[in-house]
Structures are given as structure tokens and as C-alpha cells.
């Protein structure tokens, strides 16, 4: 565990890292979030997984308002694939605590390939 | 919205919500393209579009992990609550880089960090039985 202000300072670099990120790309910012969880505080990936999303609910919900200022969001499209996607993370969360850690981790590694490939041929 | 759409909006945001749960992400990745492709939204639309359900999608499975026990609430807030400096330095690298080179030098992180987890879980050690 690394000590108090460098753990502050680590943890400043990640929210910096996945609000870049995302405001960039408009995706990809979770992905940033438990990839330096695990490497760098040394996290187990379950929690950093979960970490990740409590983090999502603020940047997400800040960077909705700014856009919704802006006149680019359609709150009834998104509530609509929202429901789906509910059952999702509820099937999701609970899959998540039956498999091993191992296979999480490199469900993940997909996760971090795929994403950077969408980057790289778009 | 054809019955084609429909099916489509509900698999892939049902895939989007999966993922999220199950490797802490937004889900952006999948929200984003099905916007376009079923809900007729652009893409610089979509992805303003997507934040609502990836606010809908992570209020739920914080409340999930919070039961299993997999929240650390205070760093979490730690990085949502300075994500906005995240936000300035977009903006900022957005006028100073051409977007392709911030596409791949993300890119080039996201296989890097890939690299490093499949590193530590051994999987370039021979005969690793782990």
C-alpha cells in the first residue's frame, strides 16, 4: 500500500486519465479506471471492478448534465436502452461473483483488446 | 422503431448492462453503436445519448457491488468527484493533438495495460499451471 499523499496523487491521475478519456471518446473511461486500480493500488479485480462503476455514477452523471446543457441528449432514447440494459448488469454483477477471478481478469484483457482495436480501425 | 430495432436495442443494451456488471465499465462501448445503428442517432449524439443509460446502468451495479462487497466508496468518490480535471485536460489535448494520434496513443495504452494484467496473471510463463 502506498503511502497517504502518493495514494492521493495516484488516485488524482486516475480520475484525471478516465475523465479525459471519456470526454475525448465519449467511451472507455471505466476501462482506464480498473486497469490502474489493479496495476497501480493494487487492487483484487472484483473491487476495482466495482470501485469503477461508483466512480462511473459521477463522471457520467457530470458529464449528462454538461451535455444536456448543450442540447445533445435525448433522455427517452437512453432510458429506453437503459432498461434492457439494467437486467444486464444485475445478471452481470451476479455472474461476476460465481466465476473465478482469473476468468474475470481475462474477460477484462478482451475487454482492454477489443477496445483499443475500436479505437484504432474507426 | 421496426421490430428489427427493437430486438436489436434490447440484446445489445441487455450485452451493454452485462459487461458493465461484470467488468466494471460504462458499457459506452455497446450503448454507443446501438444508438446509431437502431435508434437513428449520430454518432457525436450517441455518445452525449449514452450517458443516461450509463447513469441509469452504474447507479444499479454500484448498488449490486455495494451488496457483494466490492465498492470502495471513498476512492470512488476521490475519482469521480476530480474527474472533472479529466475533463479540462480532454479539452485541452483536443486543441493541441490531432484526434487520430489521441485515438491511437489511447490505443496504445489500453494494449499496454493488457499486456501488464496478462503479465501478472502469468500468461507468458511456461507451463504456468496457475
Redesign the interface.
Known amino acids: 500500500m502506498p503511502a497517504m499523499s502518493s495514494r492521493l496523487g495516484r488516485l488524482a491521475v486516475i480520475a484525471t486519465a478516465a475523465g479525459a478519456f471519456s470526454a475525448l471518446f465519449g467511451v472507455g473511461g471505466g476501462t482506464i479506471i480498473v486497469a490502474l486500480l489493479v496495476i497501480w493500488l493494487g487492487y483484487e479485480h472484483r473491487e476495482a471492478m466495482g470501485t469503477s462503476l461508483a466512480a462511473i455514477v459521477l463522471i457520467a452523471a457530470l458529464a449528462a448534465v454538461t451535455q444536456g446543457l448543450y442540447g445533445n441528449v435525448d433522455i427517452a432514447k437512453g432510458a429506453v436502452i437503459g432498461v434492457p440494459a439494467v437486467a444486464g448488469v444485475v445478471a452481470g454483477t451476479a455472474l461476476q461473483q460465481r466465476i473465478s477471478q482469473r476468468a474475470v481478469a481475462l474477460m477484462f484483457m478482451v475487454l482492454l483488446l477489443v477496445s483499443a482495436t475500436v479505437l484504432i480501425v474507426r | 422503431m421496426s421490430a428489427v430495432d427493437v430486438i436489436g ?21 455497446l ?2 453503436p ?2 446509431v445503428i437502431f ?1 437513428d ?1 449520430s454518432q ?19 448498488w ?3 451488496g ?1 462487497g ?4 471513498r ?17 485541452v ?2 486543441n493541441a493533438v490531432p484526434e487520430r494520434a ?3 496513443s ?6 499496454y ?2 499486456f ?3 503479465r ?2 502469468g500468461l507468458f510463463r511456461r507451463g504456468s499451471t ?1
Do not use: K
Open positions: 436495442t434490447v440484446t445489445i443494451g441487455f450485452a451493454a448492462g452485462v459487461t458493465s456488471g461484470l467488468l466494471g465499465v460504462g458499457g459506452g462501448i450503448f454507443v446501438a444508438l435508434m442517432e457525436l449524439g450517441a455518445e452525449s445519448t449514452s450517458l443516461v443509460a450509463i447513469v441509469i446502468v452504474s447507479i444499479v451495479g454500484t449490486r457491488q455495494r457483494y466490492n465498492v470502495r466508496l476512492d470512488a468518490l476521490m475519482i469521480g468527484g476530480l474527474s472533472p480535471l479529466g475533463v479540462l485536460a480532454g479539452a489535448l483536443a489521441l485515438e491511437l489511447f490505443a496504445a495504452v489500453q494494449l495495460f493488457a501488464t494484467l496478462a501478472d496473471q496457475r
